[in-house]
């Protein structure tokens, strides 16, 4: 390591002050500080020790706990491809299919993204941070595995500009990154991230007789339009070929839809890693399964169709509530950061969520627009439970 | 009411270093010095003595003209050898080298039973103890025209490898009482001696008298004043109360039977890179020389006055703090370390238990030296401090009114209720690795002086 150090060393002074890269001393540094964790002491006065983890370690746990979804979403292209096509595969085959279709999405991102974040660090002249590490891998993960390249790097860098280095960049962004993204192609380019045609990568073949590409959640939309039981519906639901969308095959995410978003059982393992490992906010990982189940149940309660009257349990495994509750809502910098307020928060994402799925015609998957909208109150949220801090210190002053 | 509170957040940190309960020898040091930095708060300082002057323990070296009546005095008798300055002009330390004898200015012995309270708080402003009482809001040295609502005691440190007070203390009953009576006098509310609630504890505390007995069990900060107070009788806006630390009631305590400024304390030495660690008796601001010097396991070291979460670093020749009663030595950390943000480690203490870090499997001490283990970033993880600081406040947002400026946010949220200290953990478990102590204090100053 040695080398690598001297390396460093020897293109330093090109970096510094007076040096030709002057200008981009920020990347210079930044690579320095992956290769190297940095040889910086603590101040004379206060504290002389710290804490061993840096946001580094704990933007990477986050990366760690989505690479379960990743890798369960490159298998699933693959096996949703094959069963379409109705032609016959390994387990390698269909990984080796789906690898040829997530891997380009995911470098562009991350290549786009970081090229982004680096522009807007020398322009800006502040520190590389480490949240494209998290993100690059989410906008992979939220896109439909048909999505051209060209649009996969114009929403990421319309999500890092305007999502997060306007407002100062790391930390200071007021929407889910990601989700920005995504939420960009929707309105933008809605024909390549919704419908039936898009979740199946079909490549140049065509589907089998009597296969259907649409998702869960269109299907048991439909049903409620056409006044059949929606758990019916989904259970006998491409049956003929095996994917139907039966609780267990949604759970485990056999089913068709964006790369990471379709399997609830890989997010809840990402949801025991970031639980365990303290990084995400159990408390709006439980609010937040709890708000959509809860509102499942009211929406029962209603049963103005099929699709209201479903068992308020399908929701939880169906479309990309699971991923989204783990991955997006607890994004720590857009959420409540009060801790009552997660509570709230991750609530109303969950109810929203099937609010926006069973009464709104326009978007079946509800989960992007419930985050971004409560990205958006999430302060309003905090402002009310720091103010209720400061009336109790108010009253505690006069009585 | 004598109060008993169980806390359960904070931390404790588990460091290699602890010293055994027992003293240790080493030479007396030569010099000693008074610095003016260690007294929070003081505004134009003006010496009173110069480079040559003869003085005894107890004589006036300097004053703050912004407080007249409280001196700052010599700690030991001898020679002044330097009024050492730095930029500015501003006093950073006066030297003395000290007799083989220390004389001591007679200051008279005080009959606390006769004494009004306008005579006793002139004779201790005047007597050199005074700085020892210090005022809440703000943690800044009391002022003698002020009379607070209560007087806080804290008989116990939590910080890591903290001494202990009651083996600190051994041997001074006496004055540790006489000071608390001392107290007593000062305020028409109570004086509240606050004790660990974990320990069966000495009966140099529990029997002490004329004074409210308030036990307080948890992790750090449990020791701290600041969060004592907060569960007994929480500071609001326009209320006034003084803190004083056991060795300055002691130290009082001394002035009041003995008529002397008696500047003698007994500190810990303590830290991973000393080979002889334990207790030792030594004076106020005497240099450190002869502790660490010859006495490390490592070269690389740095010697801290005070403990490592609120400490400061001082050289090797430097001086002891007028309210530090340890010296702390640790590796110093200034090396590169490859992948070091990602290399799984069970020999890192961590607060957190992201991927890698498992230091929590590890029950045993840390070794943990002075690197800060990453770059300063904007605050990005939410719900760290809350888990550190057991008070009903929101540090995160007080810290963002600080940042922003917003006087009447850092009021609302409780800027008054807390000091330095009472952060120093959120500062150590921070991802984000920011000076939060340094920022408590802007905040105050801001409120304080405009």
């Known amino acids: ?399 | 009411m004598s109060k008993t509170v169980k806390l359960r957040k904070g931390f404790d940190i588990n460091l290699v270093g602890k010293a055994a309960k027992e003293m240790v020898e080493f030479a007396p040091a030569q010099t000693f010095a008074v610095k003016p930095t260690d007294f929070v708060g003081l505004q134009r300082p003006k010496v009173l003595v110069n480079e040559g002057d003869t003085v005894k323990a107890g004589t006036p070296i300097f004053f703050d003209k912004a407080m007249e009546q409280v001196k700052f005095v010599a700690p030991v008798s001898g020679e002044i050898i330097e009024v050492k300055r730095g930029e500015k002009r501003k006093l950073l330390e006066i030297r003395i080298l000290a007799d083989k004898e220390v004389a001591y200015e007679d200051l008279g012995k005080i009959d606390l039973s006769k004494i009004d309270r306008e005579t006793l708080v002139d004779r201790l402003a005047q007597g050199g103890v005074w700085p020892h009482i210090i005022q809440r809001p703000f943690g800044v040295i009391a002022n003698p025209a002020d009379e607070p609502k209560a007087i806080y005691v804290s008989a116990f440190d939590t910080n890591p490898l903290s001494p202990d007070m009651a083996f600190v203390l051994q041997g001074q009953e006496a004055y540790f009482q006489a000071g608390l009576d001392a107290l007593t006098k000062l305020t028409s509310g109570k004086v509240h001696l606050n004790i660990n609630g974990d320990e069966q504890g000495s009966s140099l505390f529990s029997q002490a008298k004329n004074v409210e007995i308030n036990r307080f069990s948890g992790p750090h900060p449990a020791g701290n004043v600041g969060v004592q107070i907060h569960h007994l009788d929480p500071i609001n806006k326009g209320d006034l109360v003084w803190t004083v630390n056991p060795v300055g009631v002691a130290q009082i305590g001394k002035l009041v039977l003995e008529g002397k400024y008696d500047a003698s304390k007994v500190i810990v030495l303590t830290g991973s890179e000393l080979s002889k660690r334990g207790y030792v008796k030594t004076i106020s601001g005497s240099a450190v020389t002869n502790y660490v010097k010859g006495n490390l396991q490592s070269g690389h070291i740095r010697v801290i006055s005070g403990n490592v979460l609120t400490g400061e670093k001082i050289s090797m020749e430097g001086y002891l703090g007028y309210y530090h009663n340890q010296i702390t030595v640790i590796p110093e950390g200034d090396y590169e370390e490859f992948l070091g943000w990602l290399k799984p480690t069970t020999s890192k203490l961590s607060f957190h238990k992201a991927i890698g870090m498992l230091s929590f499997l590890n029950k045993g001490e840390f070794k943990v030296d002075t690197n800060t283990h990453g770059e300063e970033r904007p605050f990005v993880v939410s719900g760290v401090f809350e888990k550190v600081l057991p008070m009903d406040i929101l540090p995160t947002y007080l810290f963002k009114a600080i940042h922003a400026e917003d006087f009447d946010e850092m009021e609302q949220l409780g800027l008054y209720e807390i000091i330095e200290e009472d952060v120093a953990l959120c500062e150590f478990v921070d991802p984000s690795k920011n000076d939060l102590q340094e920022l408590v204090r802007s905040g105050i100053e801001l409120l304080m002086y405009s």
Not at chain 1, 58 to 65: L, R
Not at chain 1, 88 to 106: C, E, N, Q, R, Y
Not at chain 1, 250 to 271: D, R, V
């Open chain 1, 1 to 399: 390591m040695k080398a690598l150090q001297n390396l460093f060393d020897s293109i330093k002074p090109n970096f510094e002050k007076g040096g030709k890269w002057e200008k981009f001393h920020t990347l210079y540094e930044g690579h320095r500080t992956i290769a190297f964790a940095p040889d910086l002491t603590t101040k004379a006065k206060g504290a002389q020790i710290k804490d061993a983890t840096d946001l580094k370690r704990v933007m990477i746990t986050v990366v760690i706990a989505m690479v379960p979804a990743l890798l369960f979403g490159i298998l699933n292209i693959g096996h949703q491809h094959f069963m379409a096509t109705g032609e016959a595969a390994t387990w390698i085959d269909k990984a080796v299919f789906g690898a040829i279709s997530v891997l380009p999405i995911l470098i562009v991102s991350y290549a786009v993204g970081l090229l982004t974040e680096f522009t807007f660090c020398v322009i800006r002249n502040h520190p590389i941070s480490e949240g494209y590490l998290v993100t690059g891998m989410l906008i992979a993960l939220v896109m439909p595995p048909y999505i051209p390249l060209w649009q996969v790097a114009l929403a990421t860098i319309f999500a890092v500009v305007i999502g997060k280095e306007v407002f100062g960049g790391t930390g200071m962004n007021i929407l889910n990154v990601a989700m920005t993204a995504r939420a960009f192609l929707y309105f933008a380019y809605p024909a390549q991230i919704s419908g039936d045609q898009v979740w199946t990568y079909l490549a140049d073949k065509t589907a089998v007789d009597g296969y259907s590409g649409a998702t869960a959640l269109a299907v048991a939309y439909n049903a409620g339009v056409e006044g059949v039981d929606a758990g019916q519906a989904l259970a006998q639901h491409n049956a003929s070929i095996g994917a139907d969308f039966s609780f267990m095959n949604m759970f485990m995410g056999w089913i068709p839809g964006s790369i990471g978003e379709t399997s609830t059982l890989m997010a809840l393992i990402g949801a025991v890693i970031l639980i365990g490992t303290g990084v995400a906010s159990w408390k709006i990982i439980v609010s937040g399964f709890g708000g959509a189940y809860v509102m499942g149940l009211v929406m029962n309660l209603f049963a103005a169709n099929e699709f209201m009257a479903m068992a308020p349990h399908l929701h939880l495994v169906m479309g990309g509530l699971a991923f989204g509750v783990v991955f997006m809502a607890t994004d720590p910098v857009s959420a409540s950061q009060t801790e009552t307020g997660k509570w709230i928060y991750g609530f109303l994402i969950g109810a929203l969520t099937i609010i926006i799925r069973v009464t709104n015609p326009a978007y079946p998957e509800g989960i992007m627009l419930a985050v971004l909208l409560m990205n958006v109150f999430a302060p309003l949220i905090d402002y009310y439970v720091v103010k209720a801090n400061k009336t109790r210190r108010l009253q505690r002053a006069t009585v």
